[in-house]
């Protein structure tokens, strides 16, 4: 059973900096493409950013210069560094993967930036 696992969220000031990890188990294979999305209160879930496994990576408008996604494929682990971080990021950021035709997901982690 596949399963995707983050850690790194927490509380932070404006302006400070996280860095968001996401292992994945129960599979030997490499995700074709993974990614970060995140929910705040009463919105619908967005985009962050993705990273496929040979290719460029792709941001949302608001976080483009701010933060960068990174992987090690072999370990089908996959980071998102956030810098200069402001209080409208405040969200359950939520890792995806993607493997054949499945989606994954992660269980969440909360991210909140206090102005």
């Known amino acids: 059973q596949v399963q995707l696992v983050e850690s790194g969220g927490g509380l932070v000031q404006a302006g400070g900096s996280l860095r968001l990890s996401c292992s994945a188990s129960g599979t030997i294979l490499s995700f074709n493409t993974m990614g970060w999305y995140r929910q705040a209160p009463g919105k619908q879930r967005e985009l962050v950013a993705t990273?496929?496994?040979?290719?460029?990576?792709n941001y949302a408008d608001s976080v483009k210069g701010r933060f960068t996604i990174s992987r090690a494929n072999a370990k089908n682990t996959v980071y998102l560094q956030m810098n200069s971080l402001k209080p409208e990021d405040t969200a359950v950021y939520y890792c995806n993967g993607q493997l054949f035709a499945q989606n994954y997901w992660g269980q969440g982690t909360q991210v909140t930036v206090s102005s």
């Open positions: 990273i496929p496994s040979g290719g460029s990576t």
